[in-house]
């Protein structure tokens, strides 16, 4: 249980720095954070007790019924394919807070206020 | 002198090759061991970044160093496009893997049908995405500064 | 097997995305072709989806790599041919459009035409989905192309607006993953329909409504539902106005209301009778969106982001009509996506059209368009009268619907509130046509000239679209929105089907 929960926190100070602070590349940490926390927690949700990682090395362990000890795989897939989703938002979400502060010479968002609304 | 300082150059020249040929080595064994498209095409754009951070840029060659690596995501792309496709023409499906190419047996490095070319496909649009990501980001511009 | 045609609404638009940057090194133009090439074939494809759907009452069914439940499913019903139309009609009308519309910016035309085929493919995908994870895969597609196709212009308002939606809108990402974990944690499998079987098993527990919350919060930040509009009216003011209509038209309702009432009504098994309190929350939220959304746009004096708070207030309309939850009210639902798409995908092509022609959208500027830009002050005022719920056009079925609804419901309230913002959405509506395109004012910028051809072409399309729907509104409530809406109302039977089928 306490691993789930340490997620959530994770989520929650994700979440903070997000709302709280000012400079851009800090938003851009948090919501990494964020990513991580969600990433973390769908591994987690896969994982067994004293169960192994699901590779098998031999052809013969396939006839020795080594994949009813694995862990479930399907969450590892899922969260390579998020994690390869994060780093393409990072990375955009990285670029557009360049182009900002080519713009307006600072990160600190509460300077940035072109757009009233 | 453009890039970083001789001892990092040096390593970098005795690094990149050998990062190069890992990367290679993950992509194509991705049907065997853990990794793969992804995990190799990262080994790529890291070294393919090491050396364009150690040894400075100009700004003509990296621009068609960007074209030329949007060129290979685009292939890459179509060509795992393609594989889907080619299954969806032989056989109806998808992605259809049993009796398409050669499946061979498990654990060889020739086998798995169209997974080792899915993982080729893969590793090539992440390698080239990945550096064309470095490269918009111009990343190098700021390293040349100081 | 007749689901054959299924992977052809991710294929097309990804091959297109693909071949842009590789084939425009050789010519630009190509991008424009290409754009144009796969958005009418996928148009092609959808009608004919619809007719397979139609003419055999029965789903179309796809398994990807033939791997069947384990693997990824793809699913065609009517509600998907619905929804798979109105994307692609939106579509093909934003890449014709944008093919001069893009003429105001220097260079970067195969990014814009790669981002825009990125986001047809995302929302086809997740149209066609039958499987969480995927649904999940194409909306963060479909969203990040988005993103940076608000950021087109990178002037500082775009980039500003661009990256505040981003911040949003990828919280609302992380809130739906980890909803999908949740459920795959309990269920262990991930295809719907798979998953509406189990998940009935489990009856009622907290554990269900913690799930339904986490989802309803991630989709509600996606939709731009009232407490979470933030980022909504500024992203659609500052993206291209092909875009701006790609955004408001399709893209915060398929990956808001679309995804949504497929999860909760075909896979969580909700219905008015069963869980009245999901359907009060609709309600709610969605008669406060309905509101401040028709009276913020009344106060709006820029023309796009007028148009921006009323996407905010149709949706409104959209969730109360869910929420009502009987055949009329679900049925009014879904008429209203479709007229809304065709009606403010019109007026954001509209306010694009008068911006490029004239360099501005405050509407205390502009003048006496309507002498020199016939066809674009019509399309604007037609659109108008649809959105405003005039007849015969397609915004007057869908709010009659939605009335016809909420009287069935004994929901007398919510009836008056649905007439009564009409009558502001014609205000506020009125009042682009007064001050822009009529009225005589000291202001100074006019224009000279209508906009291009292939731009009031892709206006035109539309305005026909919305008075064609209007007219033949039986035929679409048969054929099309009404079967659609039984399928949401039939709930689980969605899961016999696939699975039986």
New interface residues.
Partial sequence: MIPYLACVLL?LIG?YV?ISKRN?IK?VIG?SL??Y??NL??AL?GFKKGAL?P?????EQ?RMGVARNFV?P??QA?V???I??GL??T??????????YE??KTFDISE?R??K? | MRGMSLIVQVMTGLLAGILLLYGGYIILHGHLTPGGGFAGGVLVAAALILVSLAFGAVEQVERREYILSSIFESSGGLLFLGLAVAGYLAADYFFRNAGLFYIGRPLELVSGGIIPLANIAIGLKVGAGLFAIFLALGASRFVMKE | MEGRILPLFVAIPLAGAFLVPLLSKLWTRFADLIASITSALLLGVSVYGWLMVNAGGMPLHYWVGGWRIIGIAMWFDALTALIVLIINIVGFCASVYSIRYLDRYTGGRWKFFTLLLLLIAGLNGLAISGDLFNMFVFIEISAIASYALVAFGTEEEEVEAAFKYMVLGEVGGAVLLFGIALIYARASTLNLAHLSQVLAGFGRTPFYWFVIATLLIGFAIKMGMEPFHAWLADAHFSAPAPISAMLSGVFIKVTGVYAMSRLMFNVFGVSRAETPAFFNLLIAFGAVSMVLGGLLAYTQNDYKRLLAYSSISQIGYILVALGIGNFWGIAGALFHILAHALGKGTLFLASGSVERQTGTRNLEQLKGLEKTMPATTWSHILASFSMAGLPPFAGFFSKLFIIIGAIAARMYWLAFLAALFSAVTLGYLTKVVNMAFFVKQNSSVTSTREAPGLMVLAMLVLVVLTVAVGVGFRGVLDHLVGPAARVLLNGLEYARLVLGG
């Fill in positions: 989520f979440l997000v851009l938003i919501f964020i990513e926390a969600v927690f769908f949700v990682a590779i098998i090395t031999q052809p396939v479930d399907v969450p899922l390579l394919t998020a390869v989703i393409s938002t990375a955009l979400m990285l670029s557009l807070a360049m182009r900002l713009k307006y940035i072109r757009l609304g």
